[in-house]
């Protein structure tokens, strides 16, 4: 059974650092690209950004560009999101979620995780 | 960046009814199209890809259909388990983009 448990959400200051992680099982890790998906709180889903199953590419939302540093370790089956230079528009709760091989050509997810809640506020 | 235009945004029905949902794109895609449905509460679920492919386990009464600029989401009998907010997905280009979202509530 696929199973994606992220952690390190909480409270942090406007400027702040926070690094999320994404245990992944049931699955081989290695070979699937992963993404993090945000969502604020009442609003819609806002893809945040994607790695490939080996970490050699990665993407960024222009939002977060030179701000977040997405990486994984294939050794530990963990997905990271290093999250520097915080604001209050951050505030979402995130989601790791694993690319879906059948949306070939770009990334549509089929396993999702239950979400860390990241709360940048003083 | 590619623009989606999701609609309704709120969306009354009853239970047996047949609902739709739009997805516009603000250029075309093809049939690089996503379906989701989210819950209060918990993570999205994955509906349908490629426009119109039903995922693995997702009920018969959902439907996908469009291509290019205009994409649709059936429901064909609204069941209880189905309120629920809706999103389509682009993934045809960087960045991927979700529409605003549909919330099917009980009328």
């Known amino acids: 059974e696929v199973q994606l448990l992220e952690s390190g959400g909480g409270l942090v200051q406007p400027g702040g650092s926070l690094r999320l992680s994404c245990a992944a099982s049931?699955?081989?890790?290695?070979?699937?690209?992963m993404s993090w998906v945000r969502q604020a709180p009442g609003k819609g889903l806002e893809w945040v950004s994607a790695?490939?199953?080996?970490?050699?590419?990665?993407y960024y939302a222009d939002s977060v560009k030179g701000r977040f540093t997405i990486s994984r370790d294939n050794s530990k089956n963990t997905l990271y999101l290093q999250m520097n230079s915080l604001r209050a528009e951050d505030t979402a709760v995130y989601y790791c979620?694993?690319?879906?091989?059948?949306?070939?050509?770009?990334?549509?997810?089929?396993?999702w995780g239950q979400g860390t809640l990241v709360t940048v506020s003083s | 960046v590619i623009w989606m235009t999701q609609s309704p945004s709120l969306l009354s029905a009853s239970t047996g009814d047949r609902v739709t949902i739009s997805c516009r794109m603000s250029?075309?895609?093809?049939?690089?199209l996503a379906w989701y449905q989210q819950k209060p509460g918990k993570a999205p679920e994955l509906l349908i890809y490629?426009?119109?492919t039903l995922q693995s386990g997702v009920p018969s009464r959902f439907s996908g259909s469009g291509s290019g600029t205009d994409f649709t989401l059936t429901i064909s009998c609204l069941q209880s388990e189905d309120f629920a907010t809706y999103y389509c997905?682009?993934?045809?280009?960087?960045?991927?983009?979700f529409g605003q979202g549909t919330k099917v509530e009980i009328k």
């Open positions: 979620a694993k690319v879906y091989p059948h949306c070939s050509g770009g990334s549509c997810w089929d396993y």
């Open positions: 049931g699955f081989t890790f290695s070979s699937y690209a």
């Open positions: 790695i490939s199953g080996s970490g050699g590419s990665t």
């Open positions: 250029q075309g895609i093809s049939s690089y």
């Open positions: 490629a426009a119109s």
């Open positions: 997905q682009q993934y045809y280009s960087f960045p991927w983009t």
